[in-house]
């Protein structure tokens, strides 16, 4: 193990160790990512080859490879090559099915069937590129199209077939020229190392035996599934899906408005327990009081894998994310683990309180518009922070994020509400003869100095 304070580096081993022992994982690899502190990293067991643990042993992450084909796909949207309200068969020749859209497939809202036609988890032979397309017409809708959620490794596929139809390459070549070189992912490959990787297992329910599972080759259902990775390559990752603008300023990977699109909620993935929805390939998992787990899970013969970035809430540091891989197909508690050492992290080695400093000061042209306001009888407070107009309801629980409003280039006293309540729509300020702001118009309800009916009686005035 190792870490930057023995403390807090104890009290997330202990958890690693305690999973390890209780699920019975011949291996585990554990790795917590953030910005304020150095790598923590932690291997308990045995690769069960000659080869030892260690944080650079690979590991198969089965589904977690998802993400990165979503990625993949938002790429080609932001560069013009496709729209995700495209159907399907705009970009590929299909035999059936090509009416779903891109964002029903990264959603899982599209039906398609979970697997490709035929058994393939009993044969363990996964079909080719031609194949996986030519058999798409034998594959069922076993839901209709935006009912719920439905998994479907398929639906993956062929977003992977897309990225690559689309960039005139392999899949896992757009993969390693666009994602993991970018962001020194240099132990994440296809294909597991001669002398790196750990060996999956089942252990038996009523012994202490381990039997190796056999290798597996996704073929063209690799972008679903394929990857083999490391916890601290994955760790890295589970932040960069949190908070890319802090480990891709630049916005090379994808940009930081292209996560938060990615990771607005799309669908529950139980309509009964709202414990967890699904975004454009990510899962995203509450955790209460504002904060989100990002990331996703992972699972093939022989081995689980989970990666989870955190979001929100006080503590969290810049660039969290943690990742856990077992060497075990049967130890669920695997997957639980990445929750609980983001929150350990955070209760027990809790980012730093930055300082408040004093900033410069609001734009004459809004000093008047500063303070509190009333709209739809509800007392609203006007603000200038950080260099941008800012809302809040007078009432709202600390944590509610405010709106955060920007003007229009040729129209100083008109602003786009860019994020919070009523993102997207417009805030219009109206002025006297003096040039004072007298009233305000947000997503067109009025908004006054003082308490109005929507007949316009002032309780102020009583008129």
Same mark, same amino acid.
């Given at each position: 193990?190792?870490?930057?304070?023995?403390?807090?580096?104890?009290? #997330?081993?202990?958890?690693? @160790?305690?999973? $390890?022992?209780?699920?019975?994982?011949?291996?585990?690899?554990?790795? #917590?990512?953030?910005?304020?502190?150095?790598?923590?990293?932690?291997?308990?067991?045995?690769?069960?080859?000659?080869?030892?643990?260690?944080?650079?042993?690979?590991?198969?992450?089965?589904?977690?490879?998802?993400?990165?084909?979503?990625? #993949?796909?938002?790429?080609?949207?932001?560069?013009?090559?496709?729209?995700?309200?495209?159907?399907? /068969?705009?970009?590929?020749?299909?035999?059936?099915?090509?009416?779903?859209?891109?964002?029903?497939?990264?959603?899982?809202?599209?039906?398609?069937?979970?697997?490709?036609?035929?058994?393939?988890?009993?044969?363990?032979?996964?079909?080719?590129?031609?194949?996986?397309?030519?058999?798409?017409?034998?594959?069922?809708?076993?839901?209709?199209?935006?009912?719920?959620?439905?998994?479907?490794?398929?639906?993956?596929?062929?977003?992977?077939?897309?990225?690559?139809?689309?960039?005139?390459?392999?899949?896992? $070549?757009?993969?390693?020229?666009?994602?993991?070189?970018?962001?020194?992912?240099?132990?994440?490959?296809?294909?597991?190392?001669?002398?790196?990787?750990?060996?999956?297992? &089942?252990?038996?329910?009523?012994?202490?035996?381990?039997?190796?599972?056999?290798?597996?080759?996704?073929?063209?259902?690799?972008?679903?599934?394929?990857?083999?990775?490391?916890?601290?390559?994955?760790?890295?990752?589970?932040?960069?899906?949190?908070?890319?603008?802090?480990?891709?300023?630049?916005?090379?990977?994808?940009?930081?408005? +292209?996560?938060?699109?990615?990771?607005?909620?799309?669908?529950?993935?139980?309509?009964?327990?709202?414990?967890?929805?699904?975004?454009?390939?990510?899962?995203?998992?509450?955790?209460?009081?504002?904060?989100?787990?990002?990331?996703?899970? /992972?699972?093939?013969?022989?081995?689980?894998?989970?990666?989870?970035?955190?979001?929100?809430?006080?503590?969290?540091?810049?660039?969290?994310?943690?990742?856990?891989?077992?060497?075990?197909?049967?130890?669920?508690?695997?997957?639980?683990?990445?929750?609980?050492? #983001?929150?350990?992290?955070?209760?027990?080695?809790?980012?730093?309180?930055?300082?408040?400093?004093?900033?410069?000061?609001?734009?004459?042209?809004? @000093?008047?518009?500063?303070?509190?306001?009333?709209?739809?009888?509800?007392?609203?407070?006007?603000?200038?922070?950080?260099?941008? &107009?800012?809302?809040?309801?007078?009432?709202?629980?600390?944590?509610?994020?405010?709106?955060?409003?920007?003007?229009?280039?040729?129209?100083?006293?008109?602003?786009?509400?860019?994020?919070?309540?009523?993102?997207?729509?417009?805030?219009?300020?109206?002025?006297?003869?003096?040039?004072?702001?007298?009233?305000?118009?947000?997503?067109?309800?009025?908004?006054?100095?003082? $308490?109005? +009916?929507?007949?316009?009686?002032?309780?102020?005035?009583?008129?």
């Amino acid at each position: 193990m190792s870490g930057p304070d023995s403390r807090v580096d104890e009290r #997330l081993g202990r958890l690693v @160790r305690r999973v $390890q022992a209780d699920a019975r994982v011949p291996a585990v690899s554990a790795a #917590l990512h953030r910005v304020d502190r150095p790598l923590w990293t932690c291997t308990i067991g045995a690769t069960g080859t000659d080869d030892p643990l260690g944080p650079g042993t690979q590991f198969r992450i089965g589904s977690i490879t998802k993400t990165f084909t979503a990625v #993949l796909t938002l790429q080609c949207r932001d560069a013009g090559l496709l729209g995700l309200d495209d159907p399907i /068969g705009r970009h590929l020749d299909l035999p059936a099915h090509g009416e779903l859209t891109v964002r029903r497939l990264l959603s899982h809202t599209g039906g398609l069937q979970r697997e490709p036609f035929g058994d393939v988890w009993d044969s363990l032979r996964a079909p080719d590129s031609e194949q996986l397309l030519a058999e798409l017409g034998r594959a069922e809708r076993v839901l209709p199209t935006g009912r719920r959620f439905h998994y479907s490794n398929l639906g993956m596929a062929v977003l992977g077939q897309l990225v690559a139809r689309l960039r005139g390459e392999s899949w896992a $070549q757009s993969l390693t020229e666009r994602i993991l070189t970018p962001l020194g992912l240099t132990d994440t490959t296809v294909t597991p190392q001669p002398t790196a990787a750990a060996t999956g297992f &089942l252990v038996d329910a009523y012994s202490d035996e381990a039997h190796p599972e056999p290798p597996t080759d996704f073929g063209a259902v690799g972008p679903a599934a394929q990857l083999w990775s490391t916890a601290t390559d994955m760790a890295r990752w589970a932040a960069f899906l949190a908070d890319p603008a802090a480990l891709d300023p630049a916005g090379v990977v994808l940009a930081p408005a +292209t996560l938060d699109e990615m990771r607005w909620p799309v669908t529950t993935t139980d309509e009964t327990l709202w414990g967890a929805g699904f975004g454009l390939g990510l899962i995203l998992v509450p955790q209460g009081d504002r904060v989100v787990h990002v990331g996703h899970d /992972g699972a093939m013969p022989g081995f689980l894998a989970g990666a989870y970035g955190r979001r929100g809430g006080d503590g969290t540091a810049g660039a969290m994310g943690a990742a856990v891989l077992g060497s075990s197909g049967t130890a669920a508690e695997v997957l639980d683990l990445p929750h609980r050492l #983001l929150a350990a992290a955070v209760e027990h080695d809790p980012a730093e309180i930055e300082p408040w400093r004093p900033g410069a000061p609001a734009p004459g042209a809004l @000093r008047g518009v500063l303070g509190r306001w009333w709209g739809e009888g509800f007392e609203y407070v006007f603000s200038w922070h950080d260099g941008a &107009l800012r809302a809040r309801g007078a009432g709202d629980p600390a944590g509610r994020p405010p709106a955060i409003f920007t003007p229009l280039p040729d129209q100083p006293d008109v602003f786009r509400t860019v994020s919070g309540r009523e993102a997207g729509e417009l805030l219009r300020l109206t002025r006297d003869e003096a040039g004072a702001v007298v009233r305000m118009h947000w997503a067109t309800y009025r908004f006054t100095r003082h $308490q109005e +009916t929507f007949d316009r009686y002032d309780f102020r005035a009583g008129s």
